[in-house]
């Protein structure tokens, strides 16, 4: 049996990358080219349209990632367990992730509220207007919030999964063991 965890690793950082650049290119180029459409009833409409197109990639790339990140995990149970470091990694990597999850899904469901609307008039896709109404504009400010939170949270995630591929050198396996045992030590 291979000891390689090539296809597991590629989900995990595969996902975690469309998850970090969908949001990313979101946020700024599709509200960006929302905001500039002609008419102001028209840009709500149009930024949670290009949104809900994503939405399926995107739920594949989460998919993706956490199916990766649960294999990852079983992979290297023994050395989260023993190795100093690790385990603080994934517990980290873990609430990031449920946070970016719960990020996520709520910004899905504001983003259909925006959209609901008869083309309410809006300044862009995260900006609401003087005769915005009031459901709507919030929907759309607490957007703004997640959607400059969301490529954080996510571009942690992926910084977390770059440190644990440097805790997988010898030296640094070694070095986290050594430090595991002098803790156990009486």
Do not use: C
């Amino acid at each position: 049996m291979s000891s390689r965890n090539t296809v597991i690793r590629s989900l995990h950082d595969l996902g975690a990358a469309a998850w970090f650049g969908g949001t990313l290119m979101g946020a700024i180029g599709l509200n960006g080219a929302a905001d500039s459409v002609r008419d102001p009833k028209d840009r709500a409409r149009v930024a949670a349209t290009g949104w809900a197109k994503w939405a399926p990639a995107n739920a594949v790339a989460i998919g993706a990632h956490v199916i990766g990140g649960a294999g990852i995990l079983a992979a290297n149970r023994d050395r989260a367990a023993h190795q100093a470091g690790v385990r603080a990694n994934t517990v980290t990597k873990l609430v990031v992730t449920g946070a970016a999850l719960a990020a996520t899904a709520y910004s899905g469901v504001l983003g259909a509220k925006t959209a609901q609307g008869d083309g309410e008039h809006v300044e862009g896709a995260t900006e609401p207007s003087a005769s915005t109404p009031k459901d709507v504009a919030a929907a759309q400010k607490q957007l703004k919030y997640l959607q400059a939170v969301l490529p954080v949270l996510t571009g942690v995630i992926v910084v977390l999964g770059a440190q644990q591929g440097e805790q997988q050198r010898p030296s640094q396996i070694l070095s986290g063991l050594a430090t595991t045992l002098t803790r156990r030590t009486p």
